[in-house]
């Protein structure tokens, strides 16, 4: 198979070819080719487009692919082909499925439907037994078998001596622990962020110290340990001025934020939007400009799509009853590009392809001649209105349909496949 992708601008800080403007050729999954005006096989397939750029393969740090056990709401292939959709070649998924991502064989199932995929799937592993967070999982055998991290996903680690177990056993292999901060025993009950507008649609709040406690936390552990702590959903302000705090104080702490804690705030759930119930929950203007700014400054590591499928059934019903959680990896180039107008997209980018491999010690494809093509194809100022046409999941629960999005993803290149849409 021989791909042209023609006048292709390249966005990738490794290749000696960043930032010019040239024509590659791919055979057979290998880039074989970079230059000026370069000649192709006959039966090669040429791709150009206005104002096409390519960079590295992009990482998301956090989907759930609902497999084994929730098939109905996504699998492995389909998560994948969301995945590929948008523009990401490698996606972590969290072990909150039935049975949870615990022991060896099941780190060993994901990696065996997913191998030589379109898209690699890495699984994290889970820190507790059945993620119910009481004893460690098989961490070690997890790790030699595959798992890139290790995480109780969608249910924050609550136990500070199991914590500071986790952090003390990866620390021996290097590894990194993940974690949503959010103290259960102040948010439980709530259903959003706790504020005038909880109050005005008279929901139970979810506080911003729930969040900021453990964060807190985590960080004392993670100094005492002298181990590697990653952050998801980072929500709040005073979340990001500790984290910034730790980073210059030396601790071994990384961050990510959603693309819709960038974009929704709880302003937005006046209308009782169940797509908008997620956790941790939207927070307020000044929480968002501030994750905003962060991400300006560089104090964000990378992003984290927490692509979470969810059936109709699951939010069609009252707001109290709903799901928590939304699709996002076919949004999320989209949704950054749009909620931040100011962040260059080759920043954008640059978090996306190396922001997380960096995080989590993931091997850097190259732009350049003779590499393996691990590749994603965009145009950053594409602006369109996104829609089902735009998913790839099997579930459809995105707050994004409808919506003025600026930044298109036109494809991926990645073991020796290639998806364009």
């Known amino acids: ?14 290749s000696p070819f960043n930032g010019q403007q040239k024509d590659i050729l791919i055979s057979n999954g290998i880039i074989q080719k970079i230059g000026d005006e370069v000649v192709a096989p006959d039966d090669a397939q040429i791709i150009s487009a206005r104002d096409l750029h390519v960079s590295a393969g992009w990482v998301d740090v956090f989907a759930n692919f609902c497999d084994p056990g929730q098939e109905y709401k996504e699998d492995l292939q389909s998560g994948s082909r969301a995945a590929a959709v948008g523009g990401f070649t490698t996606v972590m998924v969290v072990p909150n499925t039935q049975p949870a991502v615990q022991t060896k ?12 995929g379109l898209v690699n799937v890495l699984p994290i592993g889970a820190i507790s037994k059945n993620i119910e967070g009481s004893s460690l999982a098989e961490m070690y055998e997890m790790r030699l078998t595959g798992a890139v991290a290790f995480s109780d996903g969608l249910k924050p680690l609550q136990s500070s001596g199991l914590m500071l177990k986790a952090l003390q056993y990866v620390k021996a292999f290097d590894g990194t622990v993940i ?3 959010d103290d259960h025993t102040i948010s439980a009950h709530g259903l959003m962020h706790e504020g005038i507008h909880s109050t005005r649609l008279g929901m139970p709040g979810k506080p911003a110290i ?31 001025e500790l984290i910034a705090a730790a980073k ?24 009782y939007d169940t797509n908008l119930k997620v956790n941790p929950a939207l927070r307020t203007e000044e929480d968002v400009a501030a994750l905003k700014d962060a991400v300006k400054k560089g104090l964000i590591d990378c992003f984290a799509t927490h692509h979470l499928p969810q059936d109709w059934d699951a939010k069609e ?18 949704a950054l590009r749009t909620a931040l107008p100011e962040v260059p997209a ?11 491999r960096k995080v989590f010690n993931l091997p850097t494809p190259s732009v350049e001649e003779g590499a393996q093509a691990e590749l994603t194809l965009f145009t950053p100022d594409t602006e369109y209105t996104f829609g089902p046409a735009h998913i790839g999941s099997k579930s459809k629960n995105s707050a994004y349909l409808g919506r003025e999005l600026k930044g298109a993803v036109v494809g991926i290149f ?8």
Request: net charge negative.
């Open 210 to 240: 729930a969040e900021e406690i453990m964060v807190r936390r985590d960080l004392e552990l993670a100094r005492y340990t002298e181990s590697r702590i990653h952050f998801t959903g980072v929500s709040t302000a005073k979340s990001v």
């Open 346 to 356: 080759e920043q954008i980018v640059d978090m996306l392809s190396n922001g997380a």
């Open 179 to 181: 974690q949503i901060p």
């Open 105 to 116: 064989p099941q780190v060993e199932y994901v990696l065996s439907q997913t191998r030589n």
């Open 1 to 14: 198979m021989h791909i042209l992708l023609k006048n292709v601008r390249i966005v990738a800080s490794h």
């Open 248 to 271: 210059a104080e030396g601790v071994k702490v990384t961050c990510s934020v959603t693309p819709y804690h960038l974009t929704f705030t709880d302003a937005d759930l006046q209308d």
């Open 317 to 334: 019903v009252e707001f109290e009853y709903a799901k928590y959680g939304m699709i996002g990896l076919e949004s999320c180039f989209g």
């Open 414 to 421: 990645n073991n020796g496949k290639a998806y364009i849409g």
